[in-house]
């Protein structure tokens, strides 16, 4: 899993509730990313960011917000108005000039 | 939006044998690549092949791409039972801050002992 790191590994939470997942990496990347992932439906993106203080919708973005202040840290917020938001959250890295990403470990949100 | 579709969708053979996956895509790539990952765990990079490159190598691992097709193939050889994992092709599009990648749904390998 590289130098990213992401916790908790598992999150329970109730309906209407808004939960943040952390996202670390020391791997001094520009790149980062979050992602969603369901049974049988592989990753979808949900917000990227290349710069500090720059950040960019995904393909999946409604319900969920992010913020970049450290080059470090690109924490999601899952809000209220997530219809769906029980799934398992990926989040990555990239270094600028190269076209792999490195992974952390999930966080698994389970909303009740 | 997926991107990359693999097949099959899963895959079971014997320690020893070759595994071949598929992934075809529909618009025009940067480059494609393929990820594993174990089961509850994060993806981890395997290899990547440029959109004008024909054929790459990476120890065990084969990826060929064809873009007149828009389909690559994986090839594990002499799998083993640590192999087991799902695979993922993504294709890579758009440049310089726009460029992001977009993941098939996978494809589950078991590997029997």
């Known amino acids: 899993d590289g130098g990213i790191t992401q916790s908790p590994k598992y999150l329970f939470r109730k309906e209407g509730q808004n939960v943040t997942l952390s996202c670390e990496q020391n791997?001094?990347?520009?790149?980062m990313y979050w992602y969603r992932q369901d049974p049988g439906q592989g990753l979808r993106l949900i917000y990227y960011?290349?710069?500090?203080?720059?950040?960019q919708k995904g393909d999946i973005a409604e319900g969920y917000s992010v913020s970049r202040e450290k080059k470090e840290s690109f924490p999601l917020t899952v809000t209220s108005a997530q219809k769906n938001p029980t799934a398992f959250y990926l989040c990555?890295?990239?270094?600028?000039?190269?076209?792999?990403?490195?992974f952390g470990p999930g966080t698994r949100l389970t909303v009740t | 939006s997926q991107q990359g579709e693999e097949d099959p969708q899963a895959l079971s053979i014997q320690e020893g044998e070759n595994a071949t996956m598929n992934c075809s895509y529909k618009?025009?790539?940067?480059?494609l690549q393929w990820y594993r990952q174990n089961s509850g765990r994060g993806l981890v990079h395997l290899i990547l092949?440029?959109?004008?490159?024909r054929e790459k190598h990476s120890g065990r691992l084969r990826v060929t791409l064809d873009t007149s097709k828009k389909s690559s193939s994986l090839l594990i050889t002499a799998s083993r039972a640590a192999d087991t994992a799902s695979y993922f092709c993504?294709?890579?599009?758009?440049?310089?801050?726009?460029?992001?990648?977009?993941f098939g749904k996978g494809i589950t390998l078991s590997v029997r002992p």
């Open positions: 618009t025009s790539i940067n480059n």
């Open positions: 990555a890295s990239r270094m600028n000039g190269r076209y792999e990403q490195y």
């Open positions: 092949i440029r959109s004008n490159e």
């Open positions: 960011s290349q710069i500090v203080n720059d950040f």
């Open positions: 791997l001094n990347h520009d790149a």
């Open positions: 993504a294709t890579e599009r758009g440049t310089g801050a726009n460029s992001k990648l977009t």
